[in-house]
């Protein structure tokens, strides 16, 4: 009797999940495919393309060794690769693909398709949620979220006495003296090694030196367990910070390992409430990041499969600046806390979620890009950019490109948010209280250009009526929007 297939996508490398849950070496084989088509399709980031294929490469081999015959293919893409030896099984089976374009293209080849549990909230049960909801807040969602699965609950009321500890969690940087925790430096093996080789001389952009992510199950649990004895307590007060002593903060760095399977929800909710529960963890500390999981990740990929395929390419405001050049070479700006992005990205392909949201998307936002280049790019150089993170997370959180329909304002802010939540703004030429001269912050000028330009879009939204007001009376306003202009041109040219 001919065995069953099993293909298994990149971002499902766990043993009980998806289609290998119920798989077994004497009824399945395992199919796993590089897809060309995709490896070339972009300027990827080495440490995104390294980490994808190793950890794959690396998984592969541990099916092997636990005795299921394994079908690792390089192939002009998946659909290719599976139909070249499909006919000698009986059926061909897959966890429900996380991305449109890939669920597609399986199921024009017949693949049969199993429940995606590499999420807590499957997506008929957030299509439910939404149908009840007059707005889609993540609020709404995540304090649903915390009664339906009964975490950090007394009956029905939340632990603490408050769903959120925000004005907790939303501290600038201690002062110096102070220890931030250590980077992991994972060894690398030979796979690793052989991955390194194929994609070094290759046209990826970025560097690939620094042995921050690991590849393999076993350090996705240790990056956890690093996480809860050395950054867990404090992750909540500092968790929206920004310094240039370190750029991983007390954030756990666990979204590339949990976007690949390596490492499921549960296991790190479980983890950390029996941490919390041990003691010395502060509650706004183990909220905060409970929230990340169970909250923010899982309404992220709801509101991708809710609002469909060409969610992404959605542009309220019509936006239509080529992306900036300061977003391929540092060297292009003299913003620090831009230049200091930019740089972290080139090295490590990662920057926690306030510089994503409130210095690099601010920016693409107040200069008006195009939100399909930005979104491309976000894409290209960030080691857990999935599509279904990305997709929401540009076109709806940062540049407000679907008008209102998963944020309720633009996430927009001026040159003082950044000096507050950092220490970028000390050692840099620009005065983030300045509106205009040659000292002026480009980030300031441009909110007020911004505001003044999109009023009319912006005036009936309720949470940007102060905002606008304000932008009414200024009586260098006219001085304003012509140095936002300027601006605007220098940032093209990478001169500013």
Known sequence: MAKTL??????NLHRNRGALALAAPESHEVVFVESQRMLQSQRWHKQRIFFMLSAARHFAAELKAIGFKVHYLKATDTAAGINSIKNSFSEVIAAEPSSFRLYKS??????????????LTPRSLFAHWAKGEKSLKMENFYRWQRIRLNILMESEKPVGGAWNFDEENRLPPPKEPYSWPKYPNWQRDQIDLEVIEEIDNSSYVGQIDEEIWGTTRQFALAQLDQFLDKSFADFGPYED????????????????????????????????IKRYQKGKIPL??????????????????????LFGENYRNENHFGSNRKLL????????????????SINDIEQRAWVHHIPRLMVLSNLAMLADINPAEFLAWMRRVF????????????IGMSMHADGGKM???????????ISRMSDYCSSCKYNPKLRIGENACPFTTLYWHYLNRNRELLKRNHRMFQQINASKKLADIEATVAAGDEILDGLERGEV
Not at 106 to 119: C, E, H, P, R
Not at 241 to 252: G, R
Not at 331 to 339: I, L, Q
Not at 407 to 417: L, M
């Open 407 to 417: 944020s309720t304002k633009p996430y927009i802010a001026g040159g003082a948010y």
């Open 241 to 272: 910070a920004m310094t240039t002593k370190s750029w991983a903060l007390h954030h756990s760095l666990l979204s590339p390992y949990l976007n690949l399977g390596l490492i499921t929800a549960e296991e790190v909710i479980d983890a950390a």
């Open 284 to 305: 706004s500390s183990c909220e905060g990041f409970i929230r990340q999981i169970i909250g923010w990740r899982e309404y992220i990929n709801g509101i991708y499969w």
């Open 6 to 11: 099993v293909y298994v996508a990149h971002d």
């Open 106 to 119: 399986l199921q024009s080849i017949g693949v049969k398709f199993i429940d995606n549990d590499f999420f």
């Open 383 to 394: 080691i857990d950019a999935a599509d279904w993170v990305m997709v929401p997370n540009v």
């Open 325 to 340: 050049p300061l977003f391929e070479d540092a060297s292009k700006t003299s913003m620090n806390c831009v230049a200091n």
